[in-house]
Each structure stands twice: as C-alpha cells, then as structure tokens.
T-cell receptor, first 118, second 114 residues
C-alpha cells in the first residue's frame, strides 16, 4: 500500500536552531515526494518536491529535504528556524498504484505542527 | 498570476441539505483536484479532473460528486449532508495531468453541518 508517515505530531525548536520534520514513505516503484506547509485558516503552500536526481532538494523559504532511498525517508530541514516558520507541515507522496493512471492524486501524512519559540 | 480561488470561504448548512463548492484554478492550469481535511482523518483525496474528465476518485460515498467545465473551473457537490461532512474542502490545480507536477492549493471552503 502507498502511505506516508510523519512520526511526530509536534516539533519544538528555538529560533535560530536547525529544524527537522520527519517523513517516511512506503510506495511501489519510484517515489514522487512533496512537502507542503499550512498556516492557520489557509490552504496548503508548496515547499518542494523530489522526482529524481540529487538527493538534497532545495525549496522555498530556505527549506530543503533529503531523500534517502535505503531508509525510505524524506525529512524536511532548515538550517536556522524562524518564529514565522511555525505552522503545520505535510509530507505527501504521489499515488503510484497500478491502475491509478497518470494521476496527480497525493497521499498525505497526518501532519506535524512545528512550533518555533523566540 | 492569481492563485487558486475557492468560493464561498465559509458555509453553514443543516443535515439533509445539499451544497455546491466552486474552484477556479490558476490561469492555464487544466488539472483540478479536491481534498477533504478534517482533524480526525487528515487530508483525503476526493477526485481529480483534467479536461472536463474525472481521472481519479477517492473512497467517498456517491453523495460527493464533482465536475469540471471547459474553462477548467470546477465544482463539487455534496448531497444529503451529514454532520461528518463538516470539514475544510481544498481545491488544488496543476499545470498538466500527471505525477510530476506540483499542485497549488486554494484557501479552502470551511463547511459546517449542523
């Protein structure tokens, strides 16, 4: 089955410290992975994606993610956290099940709340 | 370029009623997907449209339906509303069909069923 797991409901970090939001996935075939962020009362904003190529993907707002095939992980990272990074973060994988066709359907993790304290 | 717009932003309905939500994709985007977001179930896929054709459908009852128009705008309809349909409904658009394109989300429609 295709699935995404975000093992931490909440991550707390002090402003200026590095942050990591964890994501592991289970897919058949090559994974197409995405990170989104959601601020209160807003929709999801695209941060970055991994399709193929370099395992370190750089995205918006200084975020990056490291794809690790052997650990089936795609952790989101930022070298120096800002208070304004506090939000709900979602990892997602494209549905690649046989018969799903050339579809854009995303399967999301449960989300991780990032709290950055001044 | 304007982002994905959804109307209305907030809706309050009672059980048994029906509701129609609207989504206008980013100009030039031809693919539209809908998701339901609830605290208990998280983000769940409803359906996806491309060039007025439904390409994929999630595991929701037949009370949930949608369509896409020739200008790529999309609507979703929920009939015979139940309390459990209270959720944030998110629309997302992407440039083309397929697996490589990121989706851009609208602000959502918050539906409350009383």
């Amino acid at each position: 089955a295709q699935s995404v797991a975000q093992p931490e409901d909440q991550v707390n970090v002090a402003e200026g410290n590095p942050l990591t939001v964890k994501c592991t996935y289970s897919v058949s075939g090559n994974p197409y992975l995405f990170w989104y962020v959601q601020y209160p009362n807003r929709g999801l904003q695209f941060l970055l994606k991994y399709i193929t190529g370099d395992n370190l993907v750089k995205g918006s707002y200084g975020f990056e993610a490291e794809f690790n095939k052997s650990q089936t992980s795609f952790h989101l990272k930022k070298p120096s956290a800002l208070v304004s990074d506090s939000a709900l973060y979602f990892c997602a994988v494209r549905d690649m099940r046989l018969g799903s066709g050339n579809t854009g359907k995303l399967i999301f993790g449960q989300g991780t709340t990032l709290q950055v304290k001044p | 370029k304007a982002g994905v717009t959804q109307t209305p932003r907030y809706l309050i309905k009672t059980r048994g009623q029906q509701v129609t939500l609207s989504c206008s994709p980013i100009s030039g985007h031809r693919s539209v997907s809908w998701y339901q977001q609830t605290p208990g179930q998280g983000l769940q896929f409803l359906f996806e449209y491309f060039s007025e054709t439904q390409r994929n459908k999630g595991n929701f009852p037949g009370r949930f339906s949608g369509r896409q128009f020739s200008n790529s705008r999309s609507e979703m309809n929920v009939s015979t509303l139940e309390l459990g349909d209270s959720a944030l409904y998110l629309c997302a658009s992407s440039l083309g069909e397929g697996r490589y394109n990121e989706q851009f989300f609208g602000p959502g429609t918050r539906l409350t069923v009383l």
